[in-house]
Each structure stands twice: as structure tokens, then as C-alpha cells.
T-cell receptor
Framework: KAGVTQTPRYLIKTRGQQVTLSCSPI?????VSWYQQTPGQGLQFLFE???????NKGNFPGRFSGRQFSNSRSEMNVSTLELGDSALYLC???????????????FGEGSRLTVL | AQTVTQSQPEMSVQEAETVTLSCTYD???????LFWYKQPPSRQMILVIR??????QNATENRFSVNFQKAAKSFSLKISDSQLGDTAMYFC????????????FGDGTTLTVKP
């Protein structure tokens, strides 16, 4: 089985621009969640999507948004970028309900965003 | 609300020795999971070990074991016979309810294994 795939792996943007990150979950996983990882703040939960619906949301401003498609692939978007948005954005998938759900998250390698 | 606290930002250990990473948590749930994840430098995060709260027996995976103290809300990770490949950042985490998608992570402990 292919793992969680995130694209792009690295990107550089300037303040005020917007960015879209993509995540393809493990086949059969319907839950996709996004985390922001920074040296000072650790891993912060952004949001989770399940069956194309946002199921949970963290404490991030409205500039951070996401969506999920019918094939479970997910995108997150950050508009009006700020210097503080520089971070590693991690996507994780899980099988969610059923016997396959052990509570484990399966992570991608992340998209490292630098805002100049 | 859930909180997960790792009080050791950095640790080091000599190769072949044993090291213990600490984690405390707080939750209002009766049934929950606790996890240790490992994030090697520039590599993806992977699961090290999992503990289900209703199981009294401490989980063990090869050289990795946990000391789960439910009453004290403590969940430490012991790495025996440390290897250079164990150098990584380790995160303690707990999912909200049985929903794995939303998990609370500690701030992480950077472990360096020295030759």
C-alpha cells in the first residue's frame, strides 16, 4: 500500500500570497487531518475531514481552510500569508471507524512552507 | 479538553544504554488511547508504540516499552539498548475520543543517541 503523499514538499512564498497544499491518504482511509508543526509550538491541529465534510477544526484563523474530495484526497489553503505561517504542514490519514481503527495516525512527509 | 505534556525538550543517551522519556496527560475520557510517535530528522512521523487505557498491561514493542500509570496520568517511553537510528524527535499523543483524526500532541522530546 502506498503511504500518505503530500505535495509539494517544499515551497517558498512571500507575504500576502496564498498557497495550496495537497494530500493523498492511504487507500481506504477516509479521515484526513492536517497539522502545523513549528519549533516553538509543536504540532497544532488544523482541521480534519471525513467524507468530504469538515469534522473537527482547531484554533486557527479563517485564512486557513481545507476541503476533501470524493476520493478522500484533501487540500488545504492558506490565504494572505504571514511570516508566522512558515512551518511544516503535516497531513495524516486514518481508517476511522471499524476494526481497522486503532487510533493511529499515518503521516505524510510534510510540506515545508517558507514565507518571506 | 485534552492536554499532553512532555517536560524534557532534549535528551541524550549513549549507544546501547537505556533512556526514559516522560509524558503526562489529562483527559476526561474513560476510554482512550495513548501513543508515542517518532520523527527522525527530515523523515516522516511513524508510530512507535500504542497503549489502550483499559488495558492494565504495559505495551511493549521490541526495545520500546511504556510505563502507563493511569491514576497518575503518566505515560513514559523506555528505549532499551539505544541505537543510533533512534535519534529523533519523540511525541507523546492522545486522540480525542476514538477519533484518531484530531489528536493532541506534546511538544516533543529531541533524543540524540551518541556513539
Amino acid at each position: 500500500k502506498a503511504g500518505v503523499t503530500q505535495t509539494p514538499r517544499y515551497l517558498i512564498k512571500t507575504r500576502g500570497q496564498q498557497v495550496t497544499l495537497s494530500c493523498s491518504p492511504i487507500s481506504g482511509h477516509r479521515s484526513v487531518s492536517w497539522y502545523q508543526q513549528t519549533p516553538g509550538q509543536g504540532l497544532q491541529f488544523l482541521f480534519e475531514y471525513f467524507s468530504e465534510t469538515q469534522r473537527n477544526k482547531g484554533n486557527f484563523p479563517g485564512r486557513f481552510s481545507g476541503r476533501q474530495f470524493s476520493n478522500s484526497r484533501s487540500e488545504m489553503n492558506v490565504s494572505t500569508l504571514e511570516l508566522g505561517d512558515s512551518a511544516l504542514y503535516l497531513c495524516a490519514s486514518s481508517p476511522d471507524r471499524g476494526p481497522a481503527n486503532t487510533g493511529e495516525l499515518f503521516f505524510g512527509e510534510g510540506s515545508r512552507l517558507t514565507v518571506l | 479538553a485534552q492536554t499532553v505534556t512532555q517536560s524534557q525538550p532534549e535528551m541524550s543517551v549513549q549507544e546501547a544504554e537505556t533512556v526514559t522519556l516522560s509524558c503526562t496527560y489529562d483527559t476526561s475520557e474513560n476510554n482512550y488511547y495513548l501513543f508515542w510517535y517518532k520523527q527522525p530528522p527530515s523523515r516522516q512521523m511513524i508510530l512507535v508504540i500504542r497503549q489502550e487505557a483499559y488495558k492494565q498491561q504495559n505495551a511493549t514493542e521490541n526495545r520500546f516499552s511504556v510505563n502507563f500509570q493511569k491514576a497518575a496520568k503518566s505515560f513514559s517511553l523506555k528505549i532499551s539498548d539505544s541505537q543510533l537510528g533512534d535519534t529523533a524527535m519523540y511525541f507523546c499523543a492522545s486522540p480525542a475520543n476514538t477519533n484518531a483524526g484530531k489528536s493532541t500532541f506534546g511538544d516533543g522530546t529531541t533524543l540524540t543517541v551518541k556513539p
